[in-house]
Nanobody, 122 residues
Framework: QVQLVESGGGLVQPGGSLRLSCGAS????????MGWYRQAPGKQRELVAT???????NYADSVKGRFTISRDNAKNTVYLQMTSLKPEDTAVYYC????????????????WGQGTQVTVSS
C-alpha cells in the first residue's frame, strides 16, 4: 500500500502565498506523474498542475504564471508553490500520484491524498 500525505494548507489573504507539500510512502517501486487537484464547495474536482517523472509540467489556465509545481524524486515528494492567491483559489487541494508498487511492477496505480484546505480571504 501507498500513502500520500499533504501539508501546508491554511488561511491566507488575497495576494499572499502558500506552499503545499505531498509526500508518498509505502511499497513504492517508482512514481510516474504526480499532480495537484482542487475541489471548491459545490464544484467538481479540477486539475491544478501535474509533473512527470522527467519534470515536464502542465498547468490549468487559471493558475498559469501564479503557481509552480515541482518534485523531489529522491524524497517521493511533490510541491505546489502558490503566489498571488485569489479568493477563487479557495478549495480543498488534493495530491495525486501514479505509483508502481513493489508488489506488482506491471501496473500503475492511482493514489490520492486526504486533501488540505486552502482558504484565501481578507
Amino acid at each position: 500500500q501507498v500513502q500520500l500525505v499533504e501539508s501546508g494548507g491554511g488561511l491566507v489573504q488575497p495576494g499572499g502565498s502558500l506552499r503545499l507539500s505531498c509526500g508518498a510512502s509505502g511499497s513504492i517501486f517508482s512514481i510516474n506523474a504526480m499532480g495537484w487537484y482542487r475541489q471548491a464547495p459545490g464544484k467538481q474536482r479540477e486539475l491544478v498542475a501535474t509533473i512527470t517523472s522527467g519534470a515536464r509540467t502542465n498547468y490549468a489556465d487559471s493558475v498559469k504564471g501564479r503557481f509552480t509545481i515541482s518534485r523531489d524524486n529522491a524524497k517521493n515528494t511533490v510541491y505546489l508553490q502558490m503566489t498571488s492567491l485569489k479568493p477563487e483559489d479557495t478549495a480543498v487541494y488534493y495530491c495525486n500520484a501514479g505509483v508502481v508498487d513493489r508488489g506488482n511492477v506491471w501496473t500503475v496505480n492511482d493514489y490520492w491524498g486526504q486533501g488540505t484546505q486552502v482558504t484565501v480571504s481578507s
